[in-house]
């Protein structure tokens, strides 16, 4: 079973970003979608995009409290403390693997990340992310299936340089542990992947590498893109006919 963890907030842009992932994510088998809105409530237009999909989920709300980053490390935190208490009924009688991953609501995910990649990771896999923010792919180095290190541009002697969407964690290690994102791992210290890993127990040596060594034939599997926002004035008055029904926005 993989359990993919996904933050999520109101705007523009969120029912075409979530909707894509939704568009891959209904493809892979055995997989639980656990979606956490940053805001007081669910909101029905996701309830219906969730539904659509026909796998598992579970959709909650929880408002980043204060203190913490308003990047998704409050619910995913949250989402950790669910996982831990209801593992055994989302993991159901046929399943005896878990493995986590924290699969934002913006990013661009390829099939094979779920069904070559993350199905397989027995500690912590790795792998490759593209377009992180200033640098083509970010990626572990790796010699004779070993990270000695990493191909990224901001604070490479980080122990685990990773970006979110290119790591994933068995569930024993998770279960085995209490660690979440604590509002201590500011970015001056490193970053919410490093500290969160590193918390976990984890060490270099664990990291399973996929599809790194060969540079040549290296395929991306999971891109970092970003929506860029329109410009569109919320008002109705800017609105031409005919108008959106209600809720196509989530809003
Ligand atoms: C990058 C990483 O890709 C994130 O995984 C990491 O949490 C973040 O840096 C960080 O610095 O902590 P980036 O692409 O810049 O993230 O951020 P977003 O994609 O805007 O946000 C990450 C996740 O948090 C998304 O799933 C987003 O929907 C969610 N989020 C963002 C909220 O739940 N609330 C917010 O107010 C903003
Ligand atoms: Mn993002």
């Known amino acids: 079973m993989i359990i993919v963890v996904t933050p999520t907030y109101k705007r523009l842009t969120r029912i075409p970003d979530l909707l894509r992932m939704a568009n891959t994510l209904a493809h892979v088998k055995d997989l639980h979608w656990i979606v956490i809105e940053d805001g007081p409530q669910i909101v029905p237009a996701i309830v219906k995009l969730l539904k659509r999909t026909n796998l598992p989920y ?3 709300a929880h408002k980043t409290a204060v203190g913490y980053p308003k990047r998704g490390w ?16 989302m993991l159901g009688s046929e399943h005896t693997e878990g493995v986590l991953y924290f699969g934002d609501d913006d990013n661009s995910y390829d ?12 500690k912590l896999g790795m792998w490759a992310v593209g377009l992180m923010y200033d640098v083509l792919v970010e990626a572990p180095k790796v010699t004779n299936g070993t990270v000695t290190g990493y191909n990224v541009i901001w604070h490479p002697t980080r122990k685990f340089a990773v970006d979110m969407a290119g790591y994933a964690v068995n569930l024993k290690v998770i279960l085995n542990s209490i660690a979440v994102f604590g509002t201590s791992c500011q970015r001056g210290k490193g970053s919410p992947e490093t500290c969160f890993l590193d918390d976990l127990g984890l060490e270099r040596e664990d990291i399973e590498p996929f599809g790194c060594e060969g540079e040549k034939d290296r395929e991306i599997f ?12 919320q008002s109705k008055k800017n609105q031409t006919k005919p108008v959106p029904p ?3 926005f989530g809003y």
């Open 58 to 60: 579970t959709y909650m």
């Open 74 to 89: 409050y619910q995913r935190t949250m989402a950790l403390r669910f996982i831990r208490s209801n593992w055994e009924e």
């Open 246 to 248: 209600p809720d196509t």
């Open 222 to 233: 999971v891109w970092h893109t970003k929506t860029s926002t329109p410009n569109i004035v």
């Open 111 to 122: 099939i094979r990340l779920f069904t070559d990649y993350i199905r397989n990771v027995k």
